[in-house]
């Protein structure tokens, strides 16, 4: 089992960063890919950024290709997702998820491991 607890969720202006922290516990956080997927006011959960078990590996949605980092740090068993230069349409519910599998898979329903969520709120 894999518990999982996102925090960093906040109210930013347009152009602005932030940071989301996904914190596990429950087994061996190296062990699962880790995904951060979103899901906006009326709309699917979407895919956002993907890292491998490792963390050498990454895989990015179209639409925050450039501005959003994935990363992981095994050792304080925690996945992070930085995100520059913000826009509106970024506001959503970030999730986190993980799975015994590959990193870049896009499909939400493939990941058995879900975090709370976390609000992300950004006003233009």
């Known amino acids: 089992q894999v518990q999982l607890v996102e925090s960093g969720g906040r109210l930013v202006q347009a152009g602005d960063s932030l940071r989301l922290s996904c914190a596990a516990s429950?087994?061996?956080?190296?062990?699962?890919?880790k995904a951060w997927f979103r899901q906006g006011p009326g709309k699917e959960r979407d895919f956002v950024a993907g890292?491998?078990?490792?963390?050498?590996?990454?895989s990015y949605a179209d639409s925050v290709k450039g501005r959003f980092t994935i990363s992981r740090d095994n050792a304080k068993n925690t996945v992070y997702l930085q995100m520059n230069s913000l826009k509106p349409e970024d506001t959503a519910v970030y999730y986190c998820?993980?799975?015994?599998?590959?990193?870049?898979?896009?499909?939400?329903?493939?990941?058995?491991?879900w975090g709370q969520g976390t609000q992300v709120t950004v006003s233009s």
């Open positions: 998820a993980a799975r015994d599998g590959s990193f870049s898979e896009r499909r939400w329903d493939r990941y058995p491991y």
């Open positions: 429950g087994t061996t956080f190296s062990s699962y890919a």
């Open positions: 890292i491998s078990r490792t963390g050498s590996s990454t």
